[in-house]
Each structure stands twice: as structure tokens, then as C-alpha cells.
């Protein structure tokens, strides 16, 4: 398992744009899958995105395609979600995850989590 810390959250009016990060702590994320996951209140945990680092392949949710890029820094062993055009609806508490073979959707399969950092859109 690798330590993960997230931050970058905030309060952001609708349209704005956050950068969140991921820092990765005790294992290189280069050979690790990541995801970002958020919750809203009341509501299930979503997927945001996948990414698989073997084969470079990235999945974001419909809800987010286009307004949300995952990047990472191997250098820094830190990464990121930019998130842009945000919405009311993204309004949620965001975390990452990583497991070195597994880059689906079933959350309890991912065996590292961070703690989360909060996101409010609102006017």
C-alpha cells in the first residue's frame, strides 16, 4: 500500500476552476493505477477517473468528460485532477486511490486511499 495525501480543495464559485493533488508517500506511483473518487452528501461514491499507468489508458465519467484532466508527475510522485467549467453538481469531497493492478470501478477493491479534500462550487 502507498500513503496518499490529497489537496488543493476549496470553495470556487460556478465556472471557476481547482487543480487537486495527490501526493503519493513510501511507493512510487509510476507503477501504480490511480483514481479519483468523490462523494457528495447523501449521495454513492462516484468514479471521477481511472488510470492505469501500464498501459496509459484513462477513463473519466461522462459527468466530467471535458472539464477534467488527470495528469501525473512522476517526478514529484504526485497526481493531479484539474478540474475546469465547474459545477454545482461537482460539489463533493474528493479522494485518490492506487493499487498497483487494479484500475476498475469497484472502490472496495482499491487497497490505498487518501483522506479527501472537500469541494464546494457555489454562487
Known amino acids: 500500500q502507498v500513503q496518499l495525501v490529497e489537496s488543493g480543495g476549496g470553495s470556487v464559485r460556478p465556472g471557476d476552476s481547482l487543480r487537486l493533488a495527490c501526493a503519493a508517500f513510501?511507493?512510487?506511483?509510476?507503477?501504480?493505477?490511480v483514481a479519483w473518487l468523490r462523494q457528495a452528501p447523501g449521495k454513492e461514491r462516484e468514479f471521477v477517473v481511472t488510470?492505469?499507468?501500464?498501459?496509459?489508458?484513462?477513463n473519466y465519467a461522462d459527468s466530467v468528460k471535458g472539464r477534467f484532466t488527470l495528469s501525473r508527475d512522476n517526478a514529484k510522485n504526485v497526481v493531479y485532477l484539474q478540474m475546469n467549467s465547474l459545477i454545482p453538481d461537482d460539489t463533493a469531497l474528493y479522494s485518490c486511490?492506487?493499487?498497483?493492478?487494479?484500475?476498475?470501478?469497484?472502490?472496495?477493491?482499491?487497497?490505498?486511499w487518501g483522506r479527501g479534500t472537500r469541494v464546494t462550487v457555489s454562487s
Open positions: 486511490a492506487a493499487h498497483q493492478y487494479y484500475s476498475g470501478t469497484d472502490y472496495k477493491a482499491w487497497d490505498s
Open positions: 513510501g511507493h512510487s506511483l509510476r507503477s501504480y493505477n
Open positions: 488510470d492505469s499507468y501500464s498501459g496509459g489508458i484513462t
